[in-house]
């Protein structure tokens, strides 16, 4: 779990492991919003949250839908009203965030790599162009060495170390 003050609430996330499947749902059709890995912070906090004032309501409160979520995110402030609600801030979120990914690769980099996913077609098509001489650059909002973890869980060689350009990079 990731520890930071105000969101260690005893209604806390759970690890990726025993998330339920309607909050993987959720955070899957909201993903579109993250510019920034602490941002799937805020929003599985708020998913997890919303959920369960649906879940306790006497007065038939319902959880913000996935839709309303995406269209407030930045629009309306939405990222920056949890970020004053959980008294924390974007760096804060981003260091524990990168913690707990460090920590999930030193005690399970096999399930934490297997738990990203490359979009079909991709690894052959960068295998492919490798091949045919093409210098590949790989720029990423992750932390390098996040990145490179997971390029080589997948059996992606094609990019030098000086070819791959992340977070702190």
């Known amino acids: 779990m990731i520890s930071v003050r105000g969101l260690e609430h005893c209604d806390a996330v759970p690890r990726l492991s025993e998330m ?3 909050l993987l749902d959720k955070m899957r059709r909201v993903r579109c919003v993250v510019e920034h890995g602490y941002e799937n912070v805020l929003l599985a906090r708020l998913l997890w ?8 309501s006497w ?3 319902r959880a913000l839908t996935p839709g309303e979520i995406i269209a407030n995110w930045t629009a309306s402030h939405l990222r920056d009203t949890l ?15 990168a ?10 980099r096999e399930a934490w790599c297997g738990s990203n996913r490359i979009y079909p077609g991709v690894a052959a098509a960068l295998a492919a162009a490798a091949a045919d001489g093409c210098v590949l650059y ?4 992750k932390h390098e ?11 992606i060689h094609a ?3 000086a070819n791959l350009f992340g977070l702190a990079s």
């Open 138 to 141: 790989l720029i990423t909002t």
């Open 145 to 155: 060495r996040f990145a490179r973890a997971i390029l080589e869980h997948f059996h």
């Open 49 to 56: 949250s919303e959920q369960r004032v649906q879940e306790t």
């Open 159 to 161: 990019f030098p170390r």
């Open 59 to 61: 007065t038939g409160a």
């Open 20 to 22: 339920p499947l309607w």
């Open 83 to 97: 970020l004053t609600r959980y008294a924390v801030s974007p760096q804060q979120l981003t260091s524990a965030f």
């Open 99 to 108: 913690e707990t990914r460090d920590a999930l690769l030193e005690h399970d």
